[in-house]
C-alpha cells in the first residue's frame, strides 16, 4: 500500500461506537466533517486555554472564524464564547500553575500506519483535556479512550501521569449561565497502547484485505463504550 494512513487519538470514541462511519470518514475521506457552531465554539475555548498560559495578544476568535464554513454560525459563537472563557478563567485557569506542557503534540508509526495527537496540557501527573458540550457532564467515559492514548503518548516522553482530568466548560442555557465542570479519575497507560495496537491492526487487515472489511468495518450496533467501563469518575469541582 503506497497511500500513508494517519490515525488520530480523537476519533477513537466513533471507532468503537459506529465502526462503518469511522472508516468511511477517517480511511477512505467519505463526508468528511467540516465543523459546525460548537466546534468552533470549542476550538475558540481551546485556544483561549492555550493563549492564557502562552500570551493572550495571540488569541484572535475572529480570526478562527474567518474560513468557517456558511452553515457556522457565528453570531451565536461570538455572543457565547467570552461568557465561557470569562467561568474558565475564573473557575479553573486561575487556581493552577502554568502546566508543564501545553498543546503537547504526540507521533508514533505502528506498522507503517501513522498514529497522532495533541493533549491540551499537562500539570505534573496529571493530563488535562479541555471539553466544551451543551450539557453539563457528571462523567467522563466518552473521553477516557482518547486520554488514556493520550498518557500513553506522555510514556514515551518519560512523562509519569497518574489522573486523568477533563475540565468541562458547558454553554449557557436558557435558565443557566456558562459553567465548569472538573472530571477526574486513574490514567491507564496500557489501555492506551491496547487501543492503538487495536485501531492500527483492524485498519491494517481492512486496508490490506478488501474482501473482509465488511466484517472488520460494518454496521455495528454494539459499542463496549455501553457499560462504561466501570470507570471510577470523580467530580471534583462544579460550578
Known sequence: MSEQITLRASS???FHECAADWY????LGLDKFEGNTATYLGTIIHAFAEC???GME???PEAILEDAPAHVDKEVILEEYQGMCDILEKTYLDAIDTPDQIEMYSKIE???ITFQGTCDSINGSVLVDY???GKAKSKMDEYVQQLNIYAYFASLKDIKIDTLRVVNICRKSKTMPPRVAILECDADVEMGERLINLMVKKTRLAVDNPEVRELIFGENNYSFLSDGFGIDTEVTKLE
Open 110 to 112: 505502528v506498522d507503517g
Open 58 to 60: 495571540k488569541f484572535d
Open 52 to 54: 492564557y498560559f502562552t
Open 12 to 14: 477513537v470514541r466513533l
Open 131 to 133: 471539553k466544551t458540550s
Open 24 to 27: 468511511n470518514t477517517h480511511i
